[in-house]
T-cell receptor, first 113, second 113 residues
Framework: DADVTQTPRNRITKTGKRIMLECSQT?????MYWYRQDPGLGLRLIYYSFDVKDINKGEISDGYSVSRQAQAKFSLSLESAIPNQTALYFC????????????FGPGTRLTVL | GENVEQHPSTLSVQEGDSAVIKCTYS??????FPWYKQELGKRPQLIID?????GEKKDQRIAVTLNKTAKHFSLHITETQPEDSAVYFC????????????FGDGTTLTVKP
């Protein structure tokens, strides 16, 4: 089945380290997103990309960067991790054309000590 | 930008009872309203959505209603079952930033057997 996958699924790191979270999809979707989920705060958008040459900041992009290496791959980087970036991170995809369902990956649980 | 408020944050019901979760949105141009269910330790998945050209949509035990004038929409679950226990998120988006949804903070529903 076409799917959205994320690696790693769990990561513990130390303050100041550079971390990359990877997302791959076999759905053939053009649009990809990175969210973070904190208890009681829902899903907040970090970055999104509508195609390989398009990168846009979301509502909480400070401290993060992204790379869209191909239609199927969208990576999230924390250049210098800090403890308040401890969260559950989700990648998602959707089809071009606008108002459609988002398909989420399984999530990456990141802990910054 | 869009602001989505979701209530209640937690909801506990007896098996067989109905559950209602409400969301309000601020941007009158929003025209797509999906609901996602996130079971414990799982990824969010779409359970139902509604577009602004209809007022109600049903799918078996779940339904969504939309009041564009008041800018609110609600999720209704009838004959609740223990497997309905999960976190439910509402979201809103519009054509001009198609695919970029704003999510509510989530409602934790517990169905007691």
């Amino acid at each position: 089945d076409a799917d959205v996958t994320q690696t790693p699924r769990n990561r513990i790191t130390k303050t100041g380290k550079r971390i990359m979270l990877e997302c791959s999809q076999t759905k053939g979707h053009d649009r990809m997103y990175w969210y973070r989920q904190d208890p009681g705060l829902g899903l907040r958008l970090i970055y999104y990309s509508f195609d390989v040459k398009d990168i846009n900041k979301g509502e909480i992009s400070d401290g993060y960067s992204v790379s869209r290496q191909a239609q199927a791959k969208f990576s999230l980087s924390l250049e210098s991790a800090i403890p308040n970036q401890t969260a559950l991170y989700f990648c998602a995809t959707s089809e071009t054309g606008g108002l459609d369902e988002q398909f989420f990956g399984p999530g990456t649980r990141l802990t910054v000590l | 930008g869009e602001n989505v408020e979701q209530h209640p944050s937690t909801l506990s019901v007896q098996e067989g009872d109905s559950a209602v979760i409400k969301c309000t949105y601020s941007d009158s141009a929003s025209n797509y309203f999906p609901w996602y269910k996130q079971e414990l330790g799982k990824r969010p998945q779409l359970i139902i959505d509604i577009r602004s050209n209809v007022g109600e949509k049903k799918d078996q035990r779940i339904a969504v209603t939309l009041n564009k004038t008041a800018k609110h929409f609600s999720l209704h679950i009838t004959e609740t079952q223990p497997e309905d226990s999960a976190v439910y998120f509402c979201a809103a988006s519009k054509n001009t930033n198609a695919g970029k949804s704003t999510f509510g903070d989530g409602t934790t529903l517990t169905v007691k057997p």
